[in-house]
């Protein structure tokens, strides 16, 4: 895809869609990008993950549904512009968020992120503690939402220890020319200590993600601008009708 002179909220749905798209694989799925606006995945993803992202705007809902497994429980669409209708199809919104903005070399929030202790994950070990810490739950061996083939290459799951317990962390990724922030918990300290991390690893990377409720009000205190709406769209019904393109 060509990225020249995409605008950041174009950058942020993309860098959004290479996130899952890496999440994918690591399940031993094989997303695609369809070249008219649209990344998804023909099989089911992974729980909480998208099974199509829209990368512009205006693309048509029978475009969306029709590559996607709607069979099956759970199926979902990260309707990235806030453009689409997906009712008919089924399909109703799960909630609705901002897309959030950070230019390069922004003044770093005030936050003491100096109370955590802040390091990469590395390792099977470690990201287990990881997604346990995230989650509020260790998963069963085999059934790991975050598998450390996500470990290394553009994507940092970050970990912000107190008495060497993990409390905070974050998952940065880059695409789409920007950083991506996800996965955070932790409170303001927590996006005090990603933004440090992120500056040290990036320094000439905007940062991009989206976020909603009391997240996002602590997003825009370190810095970030809301950019534009996105919706998440989860089917909810077996009889759907068919939509014109």
């Not at 099974?51 to 069979?71: F, I, K, Y």
């Not at 109370?115 to 069963?140: I, K, Q």
Request: charged share 20%; with cysteine.
């Amino acid at each position: 895809m060509d990225e020249t002179g995409m605008t950041p909220l174009r950058r942020a749905a993309l860098n959004n869609a290479a996130w899952c798209g890496a999440v994918c694989r690591a399940h031993g799925l094989a997303p695609q990008y369809d070249g008219r606006g649209l990344w998804f995945s023909a099989r089911r993803t992974p729980p909480s993950y998208p099974d199509a992202v829209t990368l512009e705007p205006g693309v048509p809902a029978r475009s969306v549904v029709r590559g996607v497994d709607t069979g099956s429980p759970g199926c979902s669409v990260k309707d990235s512009f806030a453009d689409l209708d997906l009712a008919g199809e089924g399909f109703e919104v799960l909630f609705e968020a901002q897309w959030i903005h950070r230019p390069a070399g922004a003044p770093l929030p005030k936050a003491n992120a100096g109370r955590l202790a802040w390091s990469e994950v590395s390792g099977a070990g470690e990201l287990a503690a990881w997604e346990a810490a995230f989650d509020g739950e260790v998963s069963p061996e085999g059934d790991a939402l975050f598998r450390p083939a996500l470990l290394g290459g553009g994507t940092v799951f970050l970990a912000g220890r107190a008495g060497g317990r993990i409390v905070a962390g974050a998952v940065l990724s880059t695409g789409g020319g920007v950083v991506g922030v996800s996965n955070l918990f932790g409170g303001d300290a927590a996006w005090a200590g990603v933004l440090d991390a992120a500056a040290a690893r990036w320094p000439e990377g905007d940062m991009v993600g989206y976020e909603h409720g009391e997240d996002l009000e602590a997003a825009v205190r370190s810095g970030f601008t809301a950019i534009g709406p996105l919706r998440v769209w989860l089917r909810t019904s077996d009889e759907p009708r068919l939509l014109a393109d």
